[in-house]
Nanobody, 123 residues
Framework: QVQLVESGGGLVQTGGSLRLSCAAS????????MGWFRQAPGKEREFVAA????????DYADSVKGRFTISRDNAKNTVYLQMNSLKPEDTAVYHC????????????????WGQGTQVTVSS
């Protein structure tokens, strides 16, 4: 079992930056791949970024590539999403997720989810 709690969301102007954190509990955290997904009102939850258990492999949605960076610190049981050059279309609730083994772009492959943190980008 893995418990996930996101933090770091807030209100930022277009072009600004935020860093989201996802604190995880569980002794086997280092064996889990991690992902970030986001969901805007009335929209389906969509893939943002993912990272392998070792941190050596990452994947990004085209919409955030070059602007967002996913990283993890297994010693701190934490995964991060650094978001730069934010745009209004980035506005959403951001969720982190965990899966034992490989990482995926498909949300239903993930076993554990945090409850989300709101990111709002104003124009």
């Amino acid at each position: 079992q893995v418990q996930l709690v996101e933090s770091g969301g807030g209100l930022v102007q277009t072009g600004g930056s935020l860093r989201l954190s996802c604190a995880a509990s569980g002794r086997t955290f280092s064996n889990y791949a991690m992902g970030w997904f986001r969901q805007a009102p009335g929209k389906e939850r969509e893939f943002v970024a993912a990272i392998s258990w070792s941190g050596s492999n990452t994947d990004y949605a085209d919409s955030v590539k070059g602007r967002f960076t996913i990283s993890r610190d297994n010693a701190k049981n934490t995964v991060y999403l650094q978001m730069n050059s934010l745009k209004p279309e980035d506005t959403a609730v951001y969720h982190c997720a965990a899966v034992h083994g490989s990482y995926y772009r498909i949300k239903n492959e993930y076993s554990y989810w945090g409850q989300g943190t709101q990111v709002t980008v104003s124009s």
